[in-house]
């Protein structure tokens, strides 16, 4: 009786029927419609036996917590920072959560400014969606120099690749500094503006690709040859 | 009066050609375009994102928040630019005929904001908005039960037919009926009617409607994965 309409790494349409049958179960992006399970984003699917669930080809990022963002700060008010991290609620940096020590009464632009970019990691999201973020942490800092480019969120887990090995080889050729945020932030720092375009080049490179496989190879000869645009 | 044979050749159950694509505005979370025949419509979706002004925000649910507009170019006749009465009525149909199939619990004192613009009108222009519309919100990855596609049927003399264009509309013995389906359930989303015609022509006009619909929502899901496969590829 019980069935499945899709096969494994379908695209899908919202609406669309993925399986029949009360032996499947409704994972992430689906829903159930009496007995059948119902895909709710247009994305890919992924079945893990008896679950099915669908990433979303894009939108705006979910936070999540211990996430580690990119976020810019777009106000500041006598009890922190409120921080715009690309998804549909802004995060809030208390005093209490800065990594650095802060004396009564300071003036709180002098650690983080209008505009800055920092790396915070997501400490807690309430069910009212109200965000609370944190400089506490290894590598969590305020970003100087450099520039950030957008990508889709879903695609951040392909760009930094197994166990880094994407990321690391355009750090390698490229010689720049790059931090990838799990919003779909990147921040790329290098020694000239050349070495930057090119980096950010291959990261745009990997997020319209990101779906081939051996994409690795292919971007390493590409960066060796200087091939890209 | 008899009308025997329709003023554009067509035959009473045949739509004008349909053309859909995604991801025409960059800038946008999600966008579409969506022309039958003459008429064009492109939807643009923004968000979710905060909702101003705050008084509007509601803790338990996001708004959905449609505006509907036709450029001044669009129409034989210079259209005086800016919104009038047609057009807010029209926007807040298209989003009662979207919400029902938009889960927006997720997103407490958010919007996601429509904007669906005519840049070319020859009728059904409201119902290309909202298969536009439903595009760009499956586009932008906002969560959704289904899709919504949407045509006019009518009556024109004697005859029922689909997808009346200007000047069947402005015949004498006109009415028209714009629907809107979802494409999963079949549910109607959107019905609006004013003129005549009775209970057996209405139902045969909803059939009508509801194989044209199915039509689109075929074209409207080629269109999404052909998309990303053109992407991929």
């Not at chain 1, 580690?68 to 777009?74: A, F, L, N, Q, T």
């Not at chain 2, 222009?125 to 932008?140: E, K, W």
């Not at chain 2, 402005?170 to 009775?198: F, S």
Request: proline letters at 4%; glycine letters at 8%.
């Amino acid at each position: 009786m019980a069935k499945l309409l899709i096969k494994e790494r379908e695209i899908v349409i919202p609406g669309q029927e993925l399986a029949e049958g009360l032996d499947f179960l409704p994972g992430q992006g689906t829903s159930r419609d009496e007995n059948k399970i119902i895909s709710n984003y247009l994305g890919l699917v992924s079945v893990n036996e008896r679950f099915v669930k669908v990433i979303p080809l894009s939108g705006r990022y979910t936070p999540k917590v211990n996430d580690v963002v990119i976020g810019r700060v777009v106000e500041i008010g006598f009890y922190g920072w409120t921080i715009d991290i690309g998804s549909a609620y802004n995060g809030v940096l208390s005093i209490r959560d800065a990594a650095e020590f802060i004396e009564r009464d300071d003036d709180l632009t002098k650690y983080y400014d209008f505009g800055d970019l920092v790396i915070v990691k997501i400490n807690k999201v309430t069910r009212n969606k109200s965000i609370d973020l944190t400089t506490k942490g290894p590598g969590l800092k305020k970003l100087l120099g450099g520039k950030v480019i957008e990508v889709t969120p879903s695609k951040v887990p392909r760009m930094i690749g197994k166990q880094g090995s994407m990321i690391q080889l355009i750090k390698e050729k490229t010689g720049c500094d790059i931090m990838m945020g799990q919003n779909g932030r990147v921040w790329v720092k290098g020694k000239s503006t050349e070495k930057e375009i090119l980096a950010s080049d291959a990261i745009l490179k990997i997020e319209q690709e990101s779906h081939i496989e051996g994409l690795t190879d292919k971007i390493k000869k590409m960066l060796e040859k200087n091939e890209l645009r | 009066m008899s009308y025997d044979k329709r003023f554009s050749g067509r035959k009473f159950d045949e739509m004008r050609p349909i053309e859909a694509k995604i991801g025409v505005i960059k800038r946008a979370d999600g966008s579409a375009l969506f022309k039958i025949g003459e008429t064009i419509a492109i939807a643009a979706v923004y968000g979710p994102r905060e909702l101003h002004p705050r008084f509007l925000q509601n803790p338990e649910t996001g708004i959905l928040r449609c505006n509907y507009d036709m450029t001044s170019f669009s129409v034989p006749e210079r259209k005086r630019p800016g919104p009038n009465r047609r057009s807010v009525e029209i926007g807040l149909v298209t989003e009662k005929a979207l919400l029902p199939v938009i889960d927006l619990k997720q997103f407490p004192n958010a919007v996601i904001d429509v904007f669906i613009q005519i840049i070319q009108a020859n009728s059904g222009t409201r119902c290309a908005g909202i298969s536009a519309a439903s595009l760009a919100l499956a586009n932008a990855g906002i969560p959704m039960k289904d899709l919504v596609s949407s045509v006019s049927v009518g009556k024109v003399g004697n005859k029922i037919l689909i997808d009346l264009d200007k000047e069947e509309e402005d015949h004498e013995e006109a009415t028209d009926i714009p629907i809107a389906i979802t494409n999963r359930t079949k549910q109607i989303t959107l019905l609006q009617l004013d003129g005549n015609i009775n209970k057996k022509e209405l139902l045969e006009a909803l059939k009508l409607a509801k194989l044209g619909c199915e039509k689109i929502a075929k074209i409207q899901e080629k269109t999404l994965k052909d998309y990303y496969k053109n992407e991929h590829e």
